[in-house]
């Protein structure tokens, strides 16, 4: 299996920044897909940023300009820079990897999750 462990989240001022960590580890042959998503209290889970499949990058609209997905292929980690956070960019943040894994002696395609990190912005 996968296991994905966050970092770098917290509270920061509106106009901050922040830079998130998302280390993969476990039998992996290779990661297919890896990125972030979000979840604000009382909302779905929505996609912020990601390396695709197709090894483009793919951002929501309310993040572009202001968030840079950038990924460490040696390390298997993935950054999120957040720059000039606004307020309802609170929420936690969940790492997400689509990824060949080697599993009873056969390799298999998983999507794992991260535990979240919650990130806070506010004065």
């Known amino acids: 299996q996968v296991r994905l462990v966050e970092s770098g989240g917290g509270l920061v001022q509106p106009g901050g920044s922040l830079r998130l960590s998302c280390a993969a580890s476990?039998?992996?042959?290779?990661?297919?897909?890896m990125g972030w998503y979000r979840q604000a209290p009382g909302k779905q889970r929505d996609l912020v940023a990601m390396f695709t499949s197709g090894g483009s990058t793919d951002y929501a609209d309310s993040v572009k300009g202001r968030f840079t997905i950038s990924r460490d292929n040696a390390k298997n980690t993935v950054y999120l820079q957040m720059n000039s956070l606004k307020p309802e960019d609170t929420a936690v943040y969940y790492c997400?990897?689509?990824?060949?894994?080697?599993?009873?002696?056969?390799?298999?395609?998983?999507?794992?999750w991260g535990q979240g990190t919650q990130v806070t912005v506010s004065s």
């Open positions: 997400n990897a689509d990824a060949i894994v080697l599993i009873s002696a056969s390799f298999q395609r998983v999507t794992s």
């Open positions: 476990g039998s992996i042959s290779s990661i297919k897909a």
